[in-house]
Nanobody, 118 residues
């Protein structure tokens, strides 16, 4: 059974920082870990992703502000968010893609609320 537990969201002032964590259990071979976000009335969008080899990808709207990282020994992925703005307010979801039985599978965390507001 795959379980993803997210934490680290909260309410911050614009310009503030938060670090999100996602701890995964029950996974086998990880293909990719990532963070998505979804604001009310908006489509869920990719924020950042990291491969098992450490290659990272960022959406244009977070480049230079957010950093994705991982700890493979703990099956944990992080998202360091700096210079937060109200436009970053959303529910952030952790994603893990794994290979199980030679079949790619996708799992989502429960989501954590991030609010940047003055």
């Amino acid at each position: 059974q795959v379980q993803l537990v997210e934490s680290g969201g909260g309410l911050v002032q614009p310009g503030g920082s938060l670090r999100l964590s996602c701890i995964a259990s029950g996974i086998s071979a990880v293909l990719r870990m990532g963070w998505y976000r979804q604001a009310p009335g908006k489509e869920r969008e990719l924020v950042a992703a990291i491969t098992g080899g450490g290659s990272t990808y960022y959406a244009d709207f977070v480049k230079g502000r957010f950093t994705i990282s991982r700890d493979n020994t703990k099956n944990t992925v992080y998202l360091q968010m700096n210079s937060l703005s109200p436009e970053d307010t959303a529910i952030y979801y952790c994603l893990i893609e794994e290979l199980r039985g030679a079949v790619p599978r996708t799992y989502w965390g429960q989501g954590t609320q991030v609010t940047a507001s003055s």
